[in-house]
């Protein structure tokens, strides 16, 4: 765990399956590269079996599929009026995904929400799955069309080092949002003490371990509320975060612990498949 708090990312990976909703993750991307000044880079992974070459017929040249998906990402990008490096491949997404984030030195990852055989489902199959598993930078899953920069945070927080990394890298990421971290406590944990508290204890307590972090700043402490309450996080944080009107969910993958399994895990309900807003999901570098 550093002694400093995260920096804001100078190189973002747009990982795009062309779809139909691909647009609201292009958007975010352009946006937040302009926010923070930094290099983007936007990808598009082609599966093999639709990557052939295909048998030209007379004289006419036929266009390739990879051909046809670094044009429609290009006509996107000048559709959004933004710009980027574009990347075209060909192979497994998660794997040609994690390569490129490594290469390229990517600090953040932006995926849609949409689905589409290019990337074989990317959210929803098993490819984003793999990504929180195996990537060391965040993995901002874009779901609602942008509206302006991110202004109300809602970060999950199970008292972990991983969820305190997700409020830091929160804080750091976007400076003029309000963040209210949010703790639900339906089973014990192994942060937690021992005797029996009430949620204003808990709240109490929570809020004295944050602000006793030397990394937690004096502005950071004015802009942070803190909710406690009784019941599943992966149900409580998506309804707490839709009542509130939060344009981004945060949530800490460190471990196999509550959060993550609220985010992959095999129960139903998983935030992954059924949060409805923006989520910001924070890996660990010791992963």
């Not at 003490?193 to 602000?211: F, G, I, K, Q």
Request: hydrophobic fraction near 45%; charge should be negative; charged fraction near 25%.
């Amino acid at each position: 765990m550093s002694d400093q708090p995260p920096a804001q990312p100078k190189v973002i990976l747009l990982a795009t399956d062309l779809g139909c909703q691909s647009d609201r993750a292009l958007d975010r991307a352009v946006a937040l590269a302009g926010e923070w000044n930094a290099r983007l880079i936007a990808a598009t992974i082609v599966e093999p079996d639709a990557a052939q070459m295909l048998e030209p017929k007379g004289r006419r040249r036929i266009t390739t599929p990879l051909e046809r998906a670094r044009r429609t990402l290009e006509s996107h990008l000048a559709a959004s009026g933004g710009s980027a490096e574009i990347l075209v491949t060909t192979g497994d997404p998660a794997a040609e995904l994690q390569s490129i984030a490594m290469k390229e030195s990517c600090d953040l990852v932006v995926v849609g929400g949409g689905r589409n055989d290019m990337l074989g489902g990317l959210l929803l199959g098993g490819t984003a799955k793999r990504l929180i598993r195996t990537l060391t930078v965040p993995l901002l899953v874009v779901h609602d069309r942008p509206a302006g920069p991110y202004g109300n945070i809602v970060v999950a927080t199970d008292r972990s080092p991983g969820a305190r990394e997700a409020l830091l890298a929160s804080a750091s990421f976007f400076p003029r949002a309000r963040l209210t971290l949010f703790h639900a406590h339906d089973v014990p944990s192994a942060a937690a003490p021992a005797h029996s508290e009430t949620d204003y204890d808990l709240r109490s307590h929570m809020l004295a371990e944050v602000l006793a972090d030397p990394r937690v700043s004096d502005d950071l402490a004015t802009r942070l509320d803190l909710v406690v309450e009784t019941g599943a996080v992966e149900r409580l944080i998506s309804e707490f975060a839709e009542d509130h009107f939060a344009d981004l969910t945060v949530v800490g993958s460190h471990g196999h612990g509550i959060l993550f399994e609220a985010i992959i895990g095999s129960t139903e309900r998983k935030l992954l498949e059924t949060h409805s807003g923006d989520l910001l999901i924070v890996g660990s570098a010791d992963k």
